[in-house]
């Protein structure tokens, strides 16, 4: 339990935690992994939206960017690569029906800014007093900004990847490192014009592609606005790993590879001078405090991290259907979209609580609870 301690510790530091969540409610809330073998869960302190199934960037460590429909993140964002949107109303509805537990609402895929009615669906949020996070490629952000403060967005989480010439390669288009630093100023201007209060996030997630570009990012992104910074490392599944998953669990809960290509590989980044960059970053931030690596491994954690991709990082178990849930765009409820495709229901046929705990639910959390984790877990946050 000690790795479960330590995760819980952390946690607020999450994109898709409430900063008020604190020890004794994550311990309540996983009262039921230890009491409850029927696999039941309280309501979720995070109910996540994939409301959309597009997005307007190419990312290249990204299965949708790659238009890849072979992988489970695909199928969990992409769908069918058809438009797909949550109807506004039913948005609405399963937020009067989750209001009264208090949940975190974290709108986060695929991208939610090219869902017209976003700042309807944030400031319904908002009159329910649920803190709502938007997390955004950030590239119509300069549109989107004063809408979304008009709302009154708690959390706004800006996935940056490296300063500008790394960050437009990685994404695809030559300016969207300045569309989302020009975006983030206006959401800081508008929401300040409104006596507001946000938190804003910028997210990095380390590749092969700018593991050698931190230092140099955050001397850049200090001044931008941002209360936050976060470094986080990439998910994924290799070949190896799905095929020892589906040895055992292929027919029920498959693996497939993610988020692995020709130009995303983690044996190319350079661990040595990867912990360099993030011993710097550290020196820089000493005063600030803006920073945070999540987690924050050694030198011999990103050896393993990055090369032994087969080895997990720590005993820690997956407990994330009973935490968070995830409704996509189709209206199907997943685990995780980072995870298999388990649709465990649809807000479209039944209330989104009596899917939380229903019979396919249980049943996931039931082998989740006696496995901890499977074994083409090894990359995803929820297991380290």
Request: proline share 6%; net charge neutral.
């Given at each position: 339990?000690?790795?479960?301690?330590?995760?819980?510790?952390?946690?607020?530091?999450?994109?898709?935690?409430?900063?008020?969540?604190?020890?004794?409610?994550?311990?309540?809330?996983?009262?039921?992994?230890?009491?409850?073998?029927?696999?039941?869960?309280?309501?979720?302190?995070?109910?996540?939206?994939?409301?959309?199934?597009?997005?307007?960037?190419?990312?290249?460590?990204?299965?949708?960017?790659?238009?890849?429909?072979?992988s489970?993140?695909?199928?969990?964002?992409r769908?069918?690569?058809?438009?797909?949107?949550?109807?506004?109303d039913?948005?609405?509805s399963?937020?009067?029906?989750?209001?009264?537990?208090?949940?975190?609402?974290?709108?986060?895929?695929?991208?939610?800014?090219?869902?017209?009615?976003?700042?309807?669906?944030?400031?319904?949020?908002?009159?329910?007093?649920?803190?709502?996070?938007?997390?955004?490629?950030?590239?119509?952000?300069?549109?989107?900004?004063?809408?979304?403060?008009?709302?009154?967005l708690?959390r706004l989480?800006?996935?940056?990847?490296?300063?500008?010439?790394?960050?437009?390669?990685?994404?695809?288009?030559?300016?969207?490192?300045?569309?989302?630093?020009?975006?983030?100023?206006?959401?800081?201007?508008?929401?300040?014009?409104?006596?507001?209060?946000?938190?804003?996030?910028?997210?990095?997630t380390?590749?092969?592609?700018?593991?050698?570009?931190?230092?140099?990012?955050?001397?850049?992104?200090?001044?931008?606005?941002?209360?936050?910074?976060?470094f986080?490392y990439?998910?994924?599944?290799?070949?190896?790993?799905?095929d020892?998953?589906?040895?055992?669990?292929?027919?029920?809960?498959?693996?497939t590879?993610?988020?692995?290509?020709?130009?995303?590989?983690?044996?190319?980044?350079?661990?040595?001078?990867?912990?360099?960059?993030?011993?710097?970053?550290?020196?820089?931030?000493?005063?600030?405090?803006?920073?945070?690596?999540?987690?924050?491994?050694?030198?011999?954690?990103?050896?393993?991290?990055f090369?032994?991709?087969?080895?997990?990082?720590?005993?820690?178990?997956?407990?994330?259907?009973?935490?968070?849930?995830?409704?996509?765009?189709?209206?199907?409820?997943?685990p995780?979209?980072?995870?298999?495709?388990?649709?465990?229901?649809?807000?479209?046929?039944?209330?989104?609580?009596?899917?939380?705990?229903?019979?396919?639910?249980?049943?996931?959390?039931?082998?989740l609870?006696?496995?901890?984790?499977?074994?083409?877990?090894?990359r995803?946050?929820?297991?380290?």
């Amino acid at each position: 339990m000690l790795d479960e301690f330590k995760k819980a510790l952390s946690a607020h530091e999450h994109p898709g935690i409430s900063s008020r969540i604190n020890l004794p409610v994550l311990m309540r809330q996983a009262a039921p992994i230890v009491l409850s073998p029927s696999g039941r869960a309280r309501p979720p302190l995070t109910l996540y939206w994939s409301v959309n199934s597009v997005c307007n960037l190419r990312c290249k460590m990204c299965d949708v960017g790659l238009a890849n429909p072979d992988s489970n993140f695909f199928a969990n964002l992409r769908i069918d690569g058809k438009l797909h949107e949550i109807a506004i109303d039913r948005f609405r509805s399963v937020i009067d029906e989750v209001a009264p537990s208090k949940p975190m609402v974290a709108i986060t895929s695929t991208e939610p800014l090219m869902y017209k009615p976003l700042p309807e669906a944030v400031a319904h949020c908002t009159e329910r007093q649920l803190e709502t996070t938007v997390t955004t490629g950030g590239y119509t952000l300069p549109q989107r900004a004063d809408d979304l403060a008009a709302a009154g967005l708690t959390r706004l989480v800006v996935s940056i990847d490296g300063p500008s010439e790394v960050h437009n390669m990685i994404r695809g288009r030559k300016d969207s490192f300045e569309r989302s630093v020009d975006g983030i100023r206006r959401f800081r201007e508008a929401s300040a014009a409104r006596g507001h209060k946000p938190e804003v996030m910028v997210s990095y997630t380390i590749t092969n592609l700018n593991f050698n570009a931190l230092v140099d990012f955050y001397k850049t992104i200090r001044g931008a606005g941002a209360d936050r910074l976060n470094f986080t490392y990439m998910s994924f599944v290799t070949a190896e790993l799905a095929d020892a998953h589906n040895a055992i669990w292929g027919d029920t809960y498959r693996a497939t590879v993610n988020c692995l290509n020709a130009e995303t590989d983690p044996a190319r980044v350079v661990v040595e001078v990867l912990h360099r960059q993030i011993l710097e970053v550290k020196a820089l931030d000493a005063d600030r405090r803006m920073a945070s690596f999540l987690p924050d491994f050694s030198l011999a954690d990103l050896c393993k991290f990055f090369y032994e991709p087969n080895q997990f990082m720590s005993g820690t178990r997956c407990v994330v259907t009973w935490f968070v849930a995830e409704i996509i765009a189709s209206g199907e409820v997943i685990p995780y979209t980072r995870c298999y495709h388990v649709p465990l229901g649809n807000i479209n046929d039944e209330p989104f609580l009596q899917i939380w705990n229903g019979p396919k639910a249980r049943e996931w959390r039931r082998s989740l609870r006696a496995e901890k984790r499977f074994p083409a877990c090894t990359r995803c946050d929820f297991a380290y």
